[in-house]
Protein backbone atom coordinates (compact mmCIF):
# COMPACT_ATOMS: atom_id res chain seq x y z
CA UNK A 1 0.00 0.00 0.00
CA UNK A 2 2.87 2.40 0.66
CA UNK A 3 4.27 1.12 -2.49
CA UNK A 4 1.29 2.54 -4.12
CA UNK A 5 0.85 5.69 -2.36
CA UNK A 6 4.95 6.18 -3.13
CA UNK A 7 4.08 5.70 -6.77
CA UNK A 8 1.42 8.11 -6.98
CA UNK A 9 2.84 10.77 -5.50
CA UNK A 10 5.99 10.48 -7.69
CA UNK A 11 3.27 10.44 -10.96
CA UNK A 12 1.76 13.76 -9.37
CA UNK A 13 5.07 15.44 -9.57
CA UNK A 14 6.15 14.58 -13.00
CA UNK A 15 2.91 15.54 -14.13
CA UNK A 16 2.98 18.61 -12.29
CA UNK A 17 6.23 19.42 -13.98
CA UNK A 18 5.09 18.54 -17.57
CA UNK A 19 1.84 20.87 -16.46
CA UNK A 20 4.78 23.52 -15.67
CA UNK A 21 6.90 22.89 -18.63
CA UNK A 22 3.63 23.03 -21.62
CA UNK A 23 2.04 26.26 -19.73
CA UNK A 24 5.93 28.28 -20.67
CA UNK A 25 4.99 27.51 -23.91
CA UNK A 26 1.87 27.00 -24.57
CA UNK A 27 0.52 26.70 -28.71
CA UNK A 28 -2.42 28.68 -29.66
CA UNK A 29 -4.33 27.44 -32.69
CA UNK A 30 -2.03 28.98 -34.79
CA UNK A 31 1.04 27.29 -33.73
CA UNK A 32 2.73 30.25 -31.85
CA UNK A 33 4.04 30.06 -28.31
CA UNK A 34 1.60 32.47 -26.21
CA UNK A 35 4.35 33.09 -23.31
CA UNK A 36 8.08 33.34 -22.69
CA UNK A 37 8.94 32.90 -26.61
CA UNK A 38 11.40 34.73 -28.97
CA UNK A 39 10.25 36.03 -31.67
CA UNK A 40 11.68 38.20 -34.74
CA UNK A 41 9.74 40.88 -36.50
CA UNK A 42 11.18 42.35 -39.59
CA UNK A 43 9.71 45.93 -40.28
CA UNK A 44 10.36 47.25 -43.59
CA UNK A 45 9.41 50.95 -44.35
CA UNK A 46 9.40 52.46 -47.99
CA UNK A 47 12.71 54.31 -46.89
CA UNK A 48 15.21 55.46 -43.92
CA UNK A 49 15.89 58.44 -44.28
CA UNK A 50 12.86 60.78 -43.15
CA UNK A 51 11.83 61.75 -39.73
CA UNK A 52 8.50 60.02 -40.89
CA UNK A 53 9.83 56.35 -40.96
CA UNK A 54 12.60 57.37 -38.59
CA UNK A 55 9.42 57.49 -36.12
CA UNK A 56 7.84 54.27 -36.96
CA UNK A 57 10.88 52.70 -36.35
CA UNK A 58 11.05 54.54 -32.43
CA UNK A 59 7.35 52.61 -32.19
CA UNK A 60 8.43 49.49 -33.42
CA UNK A 61 10.91 49.80 -31.02
CA UNK A 62 8.64 50.78 -28.17
CA UNK A 63 6.14 48.00 -28.53
CA UNK A 64 9.03 45.32 -29.19
CA UNK A 65 9.99 46.60 -25.70
CA UNK A 66 6.44 46.12 -24.05
CA UNK A 67 6.60 42.38 -24.81
CA UNK A 68 10.14 41.87 -23.46
CA UNK A 69 8.71 43.29 -20.24
CA UNK A 70 6.31 40.92 -20.48
CA UNK A 71 8.15 37.57 -20.71
CA UNK A 72 8.72 36.97 -24.30
CA UNK A 73 11.39 38.21 -26.32
CA UNK A 74 10.91 40.17 -29.55
CA UNK A 75 13.86 41.06 -31.79
CA UNK A 76 13.31 43.82 -34.08
CA UNK A 77 15.33 43.83 -37.11
CA UNK A 78 14.69 47.23 -39.45
CA UNK A 79 15.31 47.45 -43.24
CA UNK A 80 14.37 49.36 -45.96
CA UNK A 81 15.36 50.04 -49.49
CA UNK A 82 18.00 53.04 -50.31
CA UNK A 83 15.15 55.09 -52.07
CA UNK A 84 11.88 55.38 -51.68
CA UNK A 85 11.09 54.57 -55.77
CA UNK A 86 13.52 51.11 -55.67
CA UNK A 87 10.26 48.68 -55.85
CA UNK A 88 12.38 45.91 -56.91
CA UNK A 89 14.92 46.31 -53.80
CA UNK A 90 11.80 46.02 -51.52
CA UNK A 91 10.71 43.00 -53.13
CA UNK A 92 14.08 41.44 -52.59
CA UNK A 93 14.08 42.39 -48.60
CA UNK A 94 10.74 40.99 -48.17
CA UNK A 95 12.14 37.76 -50.16
CA UNK A 96 14.89 37.83 -48.07
CA UNK A 97 13.14 37.94 -44.38
CA UNK A 98 10.82 34.94 -45.85
CA UNK A 99 13.94 32.92 -46.69
CA UNK A 100 15.18 33.59 -43.17
CA UNK A 101 11.81 32.53 -41.54
CA UNK A 102 11.50 35.07 -39.20
CA UNK A 103 8.65 35.59 -37.13
CA UNK A 104 6.38 38.13 -39.05
CA UNK A 105 6.68 41.11 -41.28
CA UNK A 106 5.37 44.42 -40.85
CA UNK A 107 5.79 45.78 -44.01
CA UNK A 108 4.84 49.81 -46.20
CA UNK A 109 4.81 48.63 -49.69
CA UNK A 110 6.40 51.26 -51.68
CA UNK A 111 3.42 50.02 -54.80
CA UNK A 112 -0.05 48.03 -53.94
CA UNK A 113 0.69 45.72 -56.55
CA UNK A 114 4.31 44.81 -57.22
CA UNK A 115 4.99 43.69 -53.31
CA UNK A 116 1.43 41.26 -53.90
CA UNK A 117 3.61 38.44 -54.85
CA UNK A 118 6.07 38.33 -52.35
CA UNK A 119 3.69 38.77 -49.49
CA UNK A 120 1.69 36.23 -50.97
CA UNK A 121 4.52 33.94 -51.34
CA UNK A 122 6.07 34.68 -47.37
CA UNK A 123 2.39 33.68 -46.29
CA UNK A 124 2.59 30.47 -48.16
CA UNK A 125 6.16 30.11 -46.20
CA UNK A 126 4.46 30.54 -43.48
CA UNK A 127 5.70 34.43 -42.54
CA UNK A 128 2.46 36.64 -42.40
CA UNK A 129 2.45 40.40 -42.98
CA UNK A 130 0.95 42.75 -41.23
CA UNK A 131 0.98 46.01 -43.77
CA UNK A 132 1.65 49.92 -42.57
CA UNK A 133 1.29 53.43 -44.03
CA UNK A 134 0.56 52.37 -47.62
CA UNK A 135 -1.53 49.67 -48.96
CA UNK A 136 -1.36 46.43 -50.77
CA UNK A 137 -4.41 44.89 -53.33
CA UNK A 138 -4.10 41.50 -51.16
CA UNK A 139 -6.32 39.92 -49.03
CA UNK A 140 -3.66 37.44 -47.26
CA UNK A 141 -2.55 39.51 -45.05
CA UNK A 142 -3.30 39.75 -41.26
CA UNK A 143 -4.53 43.52 -40.76
CA UNK A 144 -3.33 47.18 -42.89
CA UNK A 145 -2.34 49.77 -39.93
CA UNK A 146 -2.53 53.42 -41.44
CA UNK A 147 -4.39 56.79 -41.82
CA UNK A 148 -6.85 57.26 -43.37
CA UNK A 149 -5.27 59.18 -46.05
CA UNK A 150 -8.52 60.01 -47.62
CA UNK A 151 -9.01 62.12 -44.87
CA UNK A 152 -6.22 63.61 -44.48
CA UNK A 153 -6.56 64.00 -48.18
CA UNK A 154 -10.03 66.15 -47.51
CA UNK A 155 -8.26 67.94 -44.44
CA UNK A 156 -6.21 69.76 -46.37
CA UNK A 157 -8.90 70.63 -49.24
CA UNK A 158 -10.45 72.25 -45.98
CA UNK A 159 -7.79 73.94 -44.94
CA UNK A 160 -7.08 75.54 -48.55
CA UNK A 161 -10.62 76.21 -49.16
CA UNK A 162 -10.54 78.39 -45.95
CA UNK A 163 -7.54 80.31 -46.81
CA UNK A 164 -8.51 81.48 -49.80
CA UNK A 165 -12.31 82.13 -49.19
CA UNK A 166 -13.27 79.82 -52.02
CA UNK A 167 -11.67 81.23 -55.08
CA UNK A 168 -8.10 80.97 -56.75
CA UNK A 169 -5.69 78.84 -58.63
CA UNK A 170 -4.48 76.01 -57.15
CA UNK A 171 -2.14 73.05 -57.70
CA UNK A 172 -1.13 69.81 -56.49
CA UNK A 173 1.69 67.57 -57.22
CA UNK A 174 1.63 64.53 -57.04
CA UNK A 175 4.12 61.69 -54.89
CA UNK A 176 4.66 58.58 -57.29
CA UNK A 177 2.83 56.15 -59.15
CA UNK A 178 2.02 52.76 -57.43
CA UNK A 179 1.89 54.48 -54.01
CA UNK A 180 -1.78 54.17 -52.29
CA UNK A 181 -1.36 56.14 -49.36
CA UNK A 182 -0.21 59.25 -51.77
CA UNK A 183 -2.76 58.13 -54.51
CA UNK A 184 -5.85 58.27 -51.32
CA UNK A 185 -4.45 61.96 -50.34
CA UNK A 186 -4.58 62.82 -53.97
CA UNK A 187 -8.25 61.92 -54.44
CA UNK A 188 -9.47 63.09 -51.23
CA UNK A 189 -8.25 66.46 -51.86
CA UNK A 190 -9.86 66.94 -55.31
CA UNK A 191 -12.76 64.95 -54.24
CA UNK A 192 -13.18 68.11 -51.34
CA UNK A 193 -12.27 70.74 -54.08
CA UNK A 194 -14.36 69.53 -56.49
CA UNK A 195 -17.71 69.13 -53.85
CA UNK A 196 -16.88 72.10 -51.45
CA UNK A 197 -15.11 74.81 -53.22
CA UNK A 198 -16.58 74.94 -57.05
CA UNK A 199 -14.81 78.50 -56.93
CA UNK A 200 -11.38 77.25 -56.56
CA UNK A 201 -9.70 75.69 -59.65
CA UNK A 202 -6.96 73.11 -59.90
CA UNK A 203 -4.98 74.52 -62.74
CA UNK A 204 -2.17 71.02 -62.64
CA UNK A 205 -2.84 67.45 -60.46
CA UNK A 206 -1.01 65.55 -63.22
CA UNK A 207 3.11 65.88 -62.01
CA UNK A 208 4.70 63.34 -60.03
CA UNK A 209 7.17 65.28 -57.64
CA UNK A 210 9.15 61.39 -56.80
CA UNK A 211 10.92 59.61 -54.25
CA UNK A 212 13.29 62.59 -52.75
CA UNK A 213 13.32 66.20 -52.10
CA UNK A 214 15.92 66.70 -55.06
CA UNK A 215 13.30 65.39 -57.64
CA UNK A 216 10.69 67.27 -56.00
CA UNK A 217 12.26 70.20 -56.17
CA UNK A 218 13.19 69.61 -59.86
CA UNK A 219 9.25 69.28 -60.79
CA UNK A 220 7.84 72.00 -58.13
CA UNK A 221 10.45 74.60 -60.03
CA UNK A 222 9.30 73.32 -63.56
CA UNK A 223 5.48 73.61 -62.48
CA UNK A 224 6.39 77.26 -60.37
CA UNK A 225 7.67 78.46 -63.99
CA UNK A 226 4.41 77.85 -65.70
CA UNK A 227 2.31 78.79 -63.03
CA UNK A 228 3.13 81.01 -60.38
CA UNK A 229 2.38 84.34 -61.92
CA UNK A 230 -1.46 83.21 -61.37
CA UNK A 231 -1.26 80.75 -58.53
CA UNK A 232 -2.82 81.05 -55.09
CA UNK A 233 -2.72 77.55 -53.49
CA UNK A 234 -0.35 74.61 -53.60
CA UNK A 235 -1.10 71.45 -52.11
CA UNK A 236 1.88 68.64 -52.04
CA UNK A 237 1.29 64.95 -50.44
CA UNK A 238 4.32 63.93 -48.33
CA UNK A 239 7.10 64.99 -46.99
CA UNK A 240 9.70 64.93 -49.36
CA UNK A 241 7.51 67.06 -51.97
CA UNK A 242 6.47 69.37 -49.68
CA UNK A 243 10.29 69.93 -48.55
CA UNK A 244 10.60 70.11 -52.47
CA UNK A 245 8.36 72.76 -52.84
CA UNK A 246 9.09 75.05 -50.00
CA UNK A 247 13.11 75.01 -51.27
CA UNK A 248 11.78 76.01 -54.53
CA UNK A 249 9.36 78.86 -53.40
CA UNK A 250 12.11 80.22 -51.47
CA UNK A 251 14.30 80.12 -54.59
CA UNK A 252 12.23 82.62 -56.06
CA UNK A 253 11.65 84.02 -53.43
CA UNK A 254 7.14 82.97 -53.44
CA UNK A 255 7.28 81.11 -50.22
CA UNK A 256 4.91 83.03 -47.51
CA UNK A 257 3.11 84.66 -50.75
CA UNK A 258 1.41 81.52 -51.88
CA UNK A 259 -1.07 79.72 -49.69
CA UNK A 260 0.98 76.45 -49.32
CA UNK A 261 -0.26 73.37 -47.38
CA UNK A 262 1.56 69.77 -47.42
CA UNK A 263 1.46 66.28 -45.62
CA UNK A 264 3.86 65.34 -42.55
CA UNK A 265 4.80 67.43 -39.55
CA UNK A 266 8.72 67.09 -39.82
CA UNK A 267 11.05 69.70 -38.05
CA UNK A 268 11.93 72.08 -41.29
CA UNK A 269 8.17 72.00 -42.19
CA UNK A 270 7.57 72.92 -38.74
CA UNK A 271 9.99 75.61 -38.98
CA UNK A 272 8.80 76.90 -42.32
CA UNK A 273 5.27 77.58 -40.57
CA UNK A 274 7.13 78.96 -37.77
CA UNK A 275 8.57 81.43 -40.58
CA UNK A 276 5.56 81.89 -41.82
CA UNK A 277 6.00 80.12 -45.23
CA UNK A 278 3.78 77.20 -44.59
CA UNK A 279 0.17 77.19 -44.28
CA UNK A 280 -0.51 73.83 -42.64
CA UNK A 281 0.33 70.53 -42.86
CA UNK A 282 -2.07 67.14 -42.25
CA UNK A 283 0.42 65.49 -38.84
CA UNK A 284 -0.24 61.98 -38.71
CA UNK A 285 1.10 59.76 -35.63
CA UNK A 286 3.88 57.36 -37.04
CA UNK A 287 5.25 56.32 -34.00
CA UNK A 288 2.01 55.14 -33.50
CA UNK A 289 1.80 53.65 -36.56
CA UNK A 290 4.78 51.78 -35.93
CA UNK A 291 3.94 50.99 -32.48
CA UNK A 292 0.58 49.17 -33.67
CA UNK A 293 2.11 47.44 -36.40
CA UNK A 294 4.33 45.25 -34.67
CA UNK A 295 1.56 45.13 -31.40
CA UNK A 296 -1.05 43.95 -33.99
CA UNK A 297 1.56 41.26 -35.71
CA UNK A 298 2.42 39.55 -32.02
CA UNK A 299 -1.12 39.54 -30.73
CA UNK A 300 -1.83 37.69 -34.15
CA UNK A 301 1.11 35.19 -33.40
CA UNK A 302 0.15 34.68 -30.13
CA UNK A 303 -3.42 33.62 -31.03
CA UNK A 304 -5.13 36.32 -30.30
CA UNK A 305 -7.98 38.25 -32.84
CA UNK A 306 -6.78 41.45 -34.41
CA UNK A 307 -8.95 44.11 -36.70
CA UNK A 308 -8.32 43.74 -40.37
CA UNK A 309 -8.16 47.61 -40.91
CA UNK A 310 -6.69 49.84 -37.49
CA UNK A 311 -6.61 54.17 -38.18
CA UNK A 312 -3.88 55.81 -36.91
CA UNK A 313 -5.37 59.13 -36.81
CA UNK A 314 -4.38 62.35 -38.39
CA UNK A 315 -4.92 66.24 -37.66
CA UNK A 316 -4.67 69.21 -39.58
CA UNK A 317 -1.26 71.19 -37.76
CA UNK A 318 -1.21 75.01 -38.68
CA UNK A 319 0.61 78.27 -37.21
CA UNK A 320 -2.05 78.94 -35.30
CA UNK A 321 -2.13 75.55 -33.37
CA UNK A 322 1.29 74.46 -33.22
CA UNK A 323 2.50 75.39 -29.88
CA UNK A 324 -0.61 73.20 -27.97
CA UNK A 325 -0.02 70.56 -26.12
CA UNK A 326 -1.81 68.27 -28.11
CA UNK A 327 0.01 69.16 -31.12
CA UNK A 328 3.62 69.16 -29.17
CA UNK A 329 2.90 66.03 -28.53
CA UNK A 330 2.40 64.62 -32.32
CA UNK A 331 4.95 66.75 -33.93
CA UNK A 332 7.77 65.60 -31.60
CA UNK A 333 7.52 61.86 -30.25
CA UNK A 334 10.06 60.88 -28.06
CA UNK A 335 12.22 58.96 -31.21
CA UNK A 336 15.36 59.35 -29.46
CA UNK A 337 14.29 57.43 -26.03
CA UNK A 338 13.91 54.09 -28.39
CA UNK A 339 16.31 54.76 -31.17
CA UNK A 340 19.34 55.02 -28.91
CA UNK A 341 21.75 52.58 -29.98
CA UNK A 342 20.13 51.12 -32.77
Known amino acids: ?29 SGAATKGKSYTIAVIP ?5 EFWKSIHA ?6 QEFDASGDSVKIIWKGPLREDDREQQVQVVEGFTSQGVSGIVLAPLDNRALVRPVEEAKGAGVPTVIMDSGLESDQIVSFVA ?16 LLGG ?12 SASTEQREKGFLDKMKSAYPGIKIVSSDQYGGATRETAKRTSENLLNRYAADLDGIFTVNESNTVGMLLA ?22 DAM ?14 KMGYLGVKTMMDHLKGKPVEKRIDTGVVMVTPENMDTPEMKDLTHPPIDKYLAGQ
Request: aromatic share 4%; net charge positive.
Open 1 to 29: MRTTRLSAAVLSVLLGVAACSDSGSKKSE
Open 46 to 50: KGTTH
Open 59 to 64: GAIQAA
Open 147 to 162: TDNYKGGELCAERMGT
Open 167 to 178: KGNVLMMRYQEG
Open 249 to 270: LQDISKAGKIKFVGFDASQPLL
Open 274 to 287: KAHQLDGVAAQNPM
